[in-house]
């Protein structure tokens, strides 16, 4: 019969206590390597005076969440642009395939549009852009990995037409160790716009959606990015800073418990938990939103919106953990503070007339500017 162990029972001669010196009478270094100070893609000042924080954290993994037309986009577009005036190639995944150029173009992205031209009308047209960064649609993922049996890893002889998660996990580390082994020399800034808009492998080749199954997949394709391979390049060992940000769609809770309103992140806890940073845009049951409105002469003209946006977790060291609410103006620009507002208006006042073709004897007093509550969703 099994004896019970005695309290402090161990090894013949072992010893119940170690120390500092024994450590070293064994030759065992014990090395705690530095992080290289806290570094920030610098976002617009109406970004800061929202939330009280210089911009996005480089090395770290952080994203937004809300309701449509709640300045997400925005967010997005004005961190790419930060990227590219620190030359860090962003790498951005569309998912839901409605990458706005024209408006990212406007919020400061580089990008030179390739201009073809219409084979029925004859008329010059864009057909693509090119630039400093790397955009991958649903496409483009199954081009560059859409072969690969996710449950085996092995290669089929056909290449899949829809992209599943962990084609966009498969492609970071694709790219980081293209990073390591010197293909890619650049800091990158990994985008996925937006989490909880396509599915899994395993929803995939079961012909039917799985929210389980897809949660699953996210947990434990993007483990070791966002608690390893994002995290360690803040290292002073580690020649390049990468960082990841998602966007992720959400989806009303209360509707399916019929409980206190709250919104819950597609995709599971697992990205939530992983989180250094995570913005909410909008409010909770309503998108929160107001239109910035301009009415000529019976006409109205949209320039922008004001929405509700807050720091809901902040695990950045200090003293960055700050919690803070406040209001994002988001016009056709990018982010603008509210104390820019009256600045700005003036500055469009050419477009407003161009846009609602009043000619040229509209003047400032001419224009009525207001703001209008969006529908409830």
């Known amino acids: 019969m099994a004896q019970p162990v005695k309290k402090g029972a161990g090894l013949k001669g072992a010893k119940t206590k170690f120390s500092l010196d024994d450590f070293k009478a064994n030759e065992l270094k014990m090395k705690t390597v530095a992080e290289k100070p806290m570094e920030w893609f610098i976002m617009p000042k109406g970004y800061q005076d929202a939330l009280s924080l210089p911009g996005i954290p480089k090395g770290w993994f952080s994203g937004c969440y809300g309701w449509n037309s709640t300045g997400k986009s925005t967010i997005k577009n004005c961190l790419i642009a930060s990227a590219q005036r620190q030359n860090v190639l962003p790498v951005i995944f569309e998912t839901e395939g409605n990458f706005d150029f024209a408006y990212a173009i406007k919020c400061g992205m580089k990008a030179t549009p390739i201009m073809g031209v219409d084979e029925e009308t004859g008329e010059e047209i864009v057909e693509d852009y090119k630039g400093h960064f790397i955009l991958f649609t649903n496409e483009s993922m199954c081009e560059y990995c859409g072969d690969i049996d996710y449950s085996t890893m092995t290669k089929k002889p056909t290449k899949r037409r829809v992209a599943v998660i962990e084609d966009i996990a498969y492609i970071i580390n694709d790219l980081l160790d293209k990073q390591e082994n010197g293909e890619l020399p650049l800091e990158l800034l990994f985008i996925w716009d937006s989490v909880g808009s396509i599915s899994s492998w395993r929803s995939y080749t079961s012909k039917s959606g799985n929210n389980m199954f897809d949660a699953n997949a996210i947990s434990t394709a993007f483990n070791t990015i966002v608690n390893t391979r994002i995290p360690s390049s803040r290292s002073q060992n580690s020649p390049y800073t990468n960082t990841f940000f998602i966007v992720n769609k959400i989806w009303d809770s209360s509707m399916a418990t019929m409980g206190k309103p709250s919104v819950k992140l597609k995709g599971g806890n697992s990205f939530e938990y992983a989180l250094r940073l995570l913005i909410s845009c909008g409010k909770v049951i309503t998108n929160g939103v107001k239109k910035l409105e301009a009415q000529v002469k019976g006409e109205k003209y949209e320039y922008g919106s004001v929405a509700p946006v807050a720091i809901k977790k902040n695990h950045l060291p200090s003293p960055f953990n700050v919690t803070r609410e406040g209001l994002l103006y988001c016009v056709n620009s990018g982010i603008i503070a509210e104390d820019e507002l009256e600045a700005y ?33």
């Open 345 to 377: 208006k003036k500055k469009i006042l050419p477009d407003i007339v161009k846009q609602l073709k009043l000619g040229t004897s509209v003047t400032e007093s001419d224009v009525t500017f207001t703001e209008s509550e969006e529908e409830t969703l």
